[in-house]
């Protein structure tokens, strides 16, 4: 079976890029019928569960495209006291879905633009069940809501004769550290701690990451000669000028398979 060579760009932003140097068959080639494509929508992936490797790297594209560029976007890390645990994933997300509602109202009021999230599900199971323990949340969030506001929502809807409603348990909110990874950084940490499931939602306002690809850039031998050398990365900013690898170790990925040979991965950030 002939295989080729297909180049794919993913844009993120104005900062943040990745490429994909990869392998694929004659008759996806001829299918194709054309050596450069137009610019089009990456597809969301099905399964949105964050130790999937496909939903954890559109995850991770979605993050730097919407908040990377966010000098004031939030990082939200909200728990749950033991009074208000929910029984199950499902509840816990409802909340978490109300919660939002309410920051999306506050922010209306406010006269800010619309909110836009990325929501991250997080907990474990117990031995031999499928109960959900620790259950908590993180959210990556548009800026412009005082930091205090957005913490103190963390609340029940008030009862009869409160002030205020009860507080459903611990809630902070930080900044969003940018570095020259984009936010890759904070997205690796929520994926790897604890070794437990996540599960993530966005709202429907996000910018949705656009691919291009280009079937005549690159061949075969190249791809297997620079598998073997692994440049550094002065190579690869003279292949795509204006950027660079986010960093030597994780900026730049080769993998083998036995049926479609290596390919490469990159992840790049524009040069100031």
Partial sequence: MRTFIREKKIY???????????????????ATRRTRSKKVRESEPKQKNLNDINARRYFIQLGNLNFGDDPDALHVSATYSPKYLPA?????????????????????KEGLPPLKYLLITSYTTKRNS???VRIHHHIVM???????VVEELW???????????????????????ADENGIAALCVYLVKQSGGKKRWTSSQNLERPTSRTNDGKYNRRQIEKWARERPGREFWEKKYPGWTLTDEDYGIEYKYNDFTGWSIYLKLRKKE
């Fill in 155 to 177: 609340r029940k809807r008030k009862r009869k004769g409160q002030k205020k409603g009860d507080r459903i348990g611990f809630c902070n909110a930080d900044r969003l550290q």
């Fill in 130 to 132: 499928d109960t959900p």
């Fill in 142 to 148: 548009n800026g412009g809501l005082d930091r205090d």
């Fill in 88 to 108: 199950t994933v499902e509840d816990a997300e409802r909340e978490a879905t109300n919660y939002l509602r309410r920051i999306s109202y506050r922010r209306e």
């Fill in 12 to 30: 993120c932003g104005k900062s943040y890029r990745e490429v994909d140097i990869f392998q694929y068959t004659d008759a996806q080639y001829r």
